[in-house]
C-alpha cells in the first residue's frame, strides 16, 4: 500500500509513476495571497482544484514527469470602475513537465508550450494552485454594468457641451464650396 500524497510535500515523480490523482476544496480564506487580493471579502467562498500525474516513455532512460491542473474560484474583487466589490470567477488549466533541476526548466521554458518546472521530492501543490489562480486574475476587474452611478467631472460635463454645440465640419466645407449668388 503506497502512502498518501501531500499537496503542501508532494513527490512529483512518484505521483506520476503511481498515476497520482488529488483534490480539494478549500475557503478563499486558507489561501492568503488571494485573500489578500479580496481585501477580505468572499472568505467562505471556494477554491476547487484537481491534479492528476502522469508519467510518459516509463522505459525511457529520463520518462517525461507530467502534472495536469484544473483550478477554479470565485474571488470577491474591487471594481476599477465604481470601486464596489465585484465577483470575478477564476480557473486555469493548466500542463506542466518536469525535469531534472532548475537550469534545465529555464532552458527548456522558453521553447515550450507548456509549463517546465524542476522535480522536487516535496514540492507545493497548493502554492502552484495559489500561483496560477493569482496570474489568472484581471488586470483591471469591473462589473459588465456597474450597480452605481458613475459620478462625471466638471470637465465631462463642458466637454459634451461644446461637442453639443460644435458644427459637423463637412457641414461647414459644404457651404464653403457652395456657389456664391
Known sequence: MSKPFDPHRLDVKRFAEQAGRLESSEA???YPRLMAETQGRGRDNRVEWQARGELRNPSHLQPGVWLFL???TRLELVCQRCLQPVAVDVAVDRTFRFV???ATAAQQDEHCEEDVLAESRSFDLAQLVEDELLMDLPLAPRHDACPVT???SA???ELAAVQEVRENP???LGRLKAPKH
Request: aromatic residues 6%; charged residues 30%.
Open 28 to 30: 478563499v480564506a486558507a
Open 70 to 72: 484544473h483550478a477554479a
Open 100 to 102: 531534472p533541476d532548475e
Open 150 to 152: 458613475l459620478p462625471t
Open 155 to 157: 470637465g465631462e460635463e
Open 170 to 172: 463637412f457641414e461647414i
